[in-house]
């Protein structure tokens, strides 16, 4: 089945600064890669998606890059936010299947 | 703007004892998810309907996990008897039939004493 494997586990930065978190997977299959932001106590929230037709996606502050070759894709925030501060989960799913399979998460800290 | 309902959102309960989830996905979307979140680790998918039919339940723990969606619209997840390790946030989430995008539910925070 597909793994995902997410780094890093936490990335603490400076408000203003940029993050950038990166995930793995091993299924050349996996077409559709989605990002959640998840607040403590609260759902997971879909921030941005992109599918393997299209390496780039933005969204005002947010960004996902994806490298099909190397099967990995990155979310990038530029301009941080204290209240970007959260666990960020990165997924990928097959065709057909939607069945969803996550990262661990990073914990993003942003500092006034 | 819909979103998934979950009940109760908080559930302490003694190991042994039987537990029940329930949840009730946005309208229209026929596709429906159980997942497990352990403190510190992404959602694992449990079980995964679509309409009343379970389409993939090759994780759930048979032996004391049963999911069922019996009108194809809300669905119960039940735990009995409940052990320490299932202490974890079970969160529900649905999607329209055929689409990848998937809206997550609050949860319930199971804890097992």
């Known amino acids: 089945g597909e793994n995902v494997e997410q780094h890093p586990s936490t990335l603490s930065v400076q408000e203003g600064d940029s993050a950038v978190i990166k995930c793995t997977y091993s299924d050349s299959a996996s077409n559709y890669f989605p990002w959640y932001k998840q607040e403590l106590g609260k759902r997971p929230q879909l921030i941005i998606d992109i599918r393997s037709n299209v390496g780039e996606k933005k969204d005002q502050r947010i960004a996902v890059t994806l490298n099909k070759t190397a099967k990995h894709f990155s979310l990038h925030i530029t301009e941080t936010q204290p209240e970007d501060s959260a666990v960020y989960f990165c997924a990928a799913s097959i065709p057909w299947g939607s069945t969803l399979t996550f990262g661990k998460g990073t914990m993003l800290l942003v500092s006034p | 703007e819909a979103e998934v309902a979950q009940s109760p959102r908080y559930k302490i309960t003694e190991k042994s004892q039987a537990v029940a989830f329930w949840c009730d996905p946005i309208?229209?979307?026929?596709?429906l998810y159980w997942y497990r979140q352990i403190l510190g680790q992404g959602p694992e998918l449990l079980v995964q309907?679509?309409?009343?039919?379970?389409?993939?339940d090759s994780q759930l723990p048979k032996d004391r996990f049963s999911a069922e969606r019996l009108k194809g619209v809300d669905s119960t997840l039940k735990i009995q008897p409940a052990e320490l390790g299932d202490s974890a946030m079970y969160l529900c989430?649905?999607?329209?039939?055929?689409?990848?995008?998937?809206?997550f539910g609050p949860g319930t925070r199971l804890l097992v004493l």
């Open positions: 309907f679509q309409d009343e039919s379970v389409v993939d």
């Open positions: 989430a649905s999607s329209l039939a055929g689409q990848e995008t998937q809206y």
């Open positions: 309208s229209g979307h026929a596709t």
